[in-house]
């Protein structure tokens, strides 16, 4: 998360992704508005490359 946008905060959100047994999973911050940005700003941005490493 950025910390243009959370603050200092950023720091402690420990956002996160993985494939675990070709799905994706991510770990994203409690809040709704970290979650919310989190979702815009890191995941759906790189679905194309997710589905790509995916179906690898």
């Known amino acids: 998360l950025s910390y243009k946008d959370v603050g200092t905060a950023a720091m ?3 956002a996160s992704g993985f494939i675990v047994n070709r799905k994706a999973v991510f770990c994203l911050p409690g809040s709704p508005d970290a979650a919310s940005l989190g ?3 890191l995941i759906l941005p790189e679905v194309g490359h ?3 490493e995916l179906h690898r």
């Open 12 to 14: 402690l959100s420990r």
């Open 39 to 41: 979702l815009k700003k």
């Open 50 to 52: 997710l589905l790509h």
